[in-house]
């Protein structure tokens, strides 16, 4: 509650933006072999939608979220955050890495404050790093570095560090992919919680069907790599949702047989 | 058993018992204290009770600094519980104190009363002393000259040694052109440069520095660059999500990174630049430590090169302490990350 009303109250809900994967195909060289990655994805994502990736693990979906990121150039296709290319990074769009991550000589509190640092704001808004530690729940960890603090809290200061720059697209890189189940369960209603409250546009790889399902309004499913998209699901259903739910569970079992699964569930 | 209780104890056990855990308490707290204390009365008396078998001034004073000391082992240590932190620290250090006065004792016996070790080599402590009181002027203007020039020569070795290493590890243009040089020129000893530096530069005294930054220069700017190197892409990454500029990234996410491995190579350079500074003190600049030394041996006064070999030992391991002190203040973050 509290943080609720501190968040509000230092910073306005950032709407989120739209993203445009137009026939997006990109390919790495290996000791000059081509290796294709991702073959002429495209995918259209509303303001505000929270979209699950889900495939076999090294089809291409870490590769595809560092173009949404502008941190590499796709070979062919385009890329677009509300109409404009996508070239560069920006801090409109932030990930969080599966890794934390964390800057291991800055304390808890500079390594929520870097992008505003970076972008040379920090001076002027201080509160919103404040605000931000505040959301996560770790104020009283503000002095601490990073090597003092468990796994858990280690991803909620990297998820602070990308919320203190109210982007309008949040990508998550499998976030909760090393977290025990109790610490994810819990961090999956926190984030579902925040992007209902921000608003953000959501973009989340996760190899968890269970938790695609339980957090986003549309689940893409890849093929093997290189990755095409398989499948474009979507999942109406209110928040919060609950994991017995047989709807849920009638889309796991189709997503299952799509990545192969069927036999074993 | 089961019933135990406080007044059991009070009445019975603890009276009893007292009184030997007190006493072996005592002497483990301060039995070594009084030891010291002992040893350095032993170096007093052993100062005082025969006749020197040369003529030195300073043998009386001695022996009765040796006495004060003895008395504030002894005060310090027995009584450290009323002394805060300066009492825990003599304590901690007695055995240090004892060990002290006994090498004092034989060094003072061996030399200046029987003369077993060769006279003029080994002189006795009075006469280092003798040193320290009499030719004190000399000595210091010797410290200043040592300390001017290895400052000088290691901050600007430090610092051109830093610069170099990130520029190699951040631009590859930059990389392109020195690490060819750096390969060629940098595992020559800077001593190598010796004679020609003294006769291309235009005075000994910017020789010496240039050569003392060279020294240092070569493993900071080595150990800067693969600091800066092998800085994972990761934090790089996220710094530029996060909306950095390229300056932001080598200011703010390459050099902190890369600072545990700049510091053991300033750590290195010290130690190469130390000899450095001696060599060119003694062939060339005329002042300083190392040049002290060389006159001294030039007088045969023995007891003066061990007096600035002293001084010299001090300087330099106060300046690597320093060293460490800036470091441990700069890198608190590794606390608990790695093993110290
Ligand atoms: N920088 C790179 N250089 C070469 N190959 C890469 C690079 N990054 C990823 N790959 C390859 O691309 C494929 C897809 O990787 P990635 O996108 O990380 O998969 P995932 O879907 O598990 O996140 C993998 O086979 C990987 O080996
Ligand atoms: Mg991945």
Redesign the interface.
């Given at each position: 509650m509290v943080a609720t009303a501190i968040a509000e109250a230092v910073t306005q809900p950032a709407a989120g933006a739209a993203l445009d994967i137009e026939q997006v195909s990109h390919a790495f060289d290996i000791d000059g072999t081509e290796l294709p990655v991702l073959s002429d994805v495209s995918i259209s994502v509303e303001p505000g939608e929270f979209v699950a990736l889900l495939g076999p693990s090294g089809c291409g979906k870490s590769t595809l979220l560092r173009l949404v990121a502008g941190l590499d150039k796709p070979k062919a296709g385009r890329l677009r955050e509300d109409e404009a290319r996508i070239r560069s990074p920006h801090p409109s769009r932030v990930v969080v890495f599966q890794d934390p991550t964390l800057f291991p000589w800055r304390s808890v509190w500079d390594n929520v404050a870097l992008g505003l640092e970076a972008q040379g704001i920090l001076r002027s808004q201080r509160q919103r790093v404040d605000a931000a530690l505040d959301l996560v729940g770790l104020s009283s960890f503000r002095n601490a570095y990073p090597h003092q603090l468990s796994g858990g809290m280690a991803q909620r200061v990297a998820l602070a560090r990308a919320l203190v720059n109210d982007p309008k697209i949040l990508i998550l890189d499998e976030p909760l992919g090393k977290l025990d189940s109790l610490t994810r369960i819990t961090m999956q209603a926190e984030l579902v919680a925040l992007w209902q409250r921000k608003g953000f546009t959501t973009l989340l790889v996760t190899h968890d069907a269970e938790e695609a399902l339980v957090l986003a309004n549309r689940v893409i499913v890849f093929s093997d790599r290189p990755a095409r998209v398989k499948a474009d699901i979507r999942v109406d259903r209110p928040y919060p949702r609950h994991r017995g739910d047989p709807y849920l569970a009638e889309l796991r079992r189709q997503i299952l047989g799509l990545l192969g699964l069927d036999a074993t569930w | 058993m089961s019933t135990y209780s406080l007044s059991d104890g009070l009445a019975s056990g603890a009276p009893r018992t007292s009184r030997a855990p007190l006493l072996s308490s005592w002497v483990r707290e301060s039995g070594i204290g009084v030891l010291a204390s002992i040893a350095w009365i032993t170096f007093g008396f052993s100062c005082l009770w025969w006749e020197d078998v040369g003529d030195w001034s300073r043998t009386h004073s001695l022996g009765i600094a040796a006495f004060i000391i003895a008395a504030i082992a002894l005060i310090g240590t027995v009584g450290a519980d009323y002394l805060g932190s300066a009492g825990r620290g003599l304590r901690q250090r007695a055995a240090w104190l004892v060990a002290l006065g006994a090498f004092l004792t034989v060094w003072e016996v061996a030399t200046a009363k029987f003369a077993w070790l060769p006279l003029p080599f080994f002189p006795p402590p009075q006469s280092i002393i003798e040193v320290y009181t009499d030719d004190l002027p000399k000595l210091l203007d010797s410290v200043l000259a040592s300390v001017k020039l290895q400052l000088g020569g290691y901050l600007i070795g430090a610092t051109i040694g830093f610069l170099t290493g990130v520029s190699i590890g951040w631009s590859r243009a930059v990389g392109y052109w020195v690490h060819p040089v750096l390969r060629f020129i940098g595992p020559l000893p800077a001593t190598a440069w010796l004679p020609i530096a003294f006769f291309t530069f235009p005075s000994s005294w910017s020789a010496s520095t240039f050569l003392i930054a060279l020294a240092t220069g070569f493993p900071v700017t080595v150990l800067t660059w693969s600091g800066v190197a092998s800085v994972?892409n990761?934090?790089y990454?996220?710094?530029?999500?996060?909306?950095?500029?390229p300056s932001?990234l080598v200011l703010?996410?390459a050099i902190?990174?890369a600072?545990p491995h700049v510091f053991v190579g300033l750590f290195m350079g010290l130690g190469a630049s130390f000899a450095v500074l001696v060599v060119a003190e003694m062939i060339g600049v005329k002042a300083g430590l190392g040049w002290y030394l060389q006159w001294a041996q030039g007088w045969a006064a023995y007891a003066n090169m061990y007096a600035a070999l002293i001084v010299m030992s001090l300087l330099c391991s106060g300046a690597i302490t320093l060293l460490f002190a800036i470091r441990d203040r700069l890198?608190v973050?590794?606390k608990?990350?790695v093993k110290w």
């Open positions: - | 994972s990761a934090y990454d996220v710094a530029r999500t996060l909306g950095a500029k932001f703010k996410v902190p990174a600072l890198l973050w590794q608990g990350t």
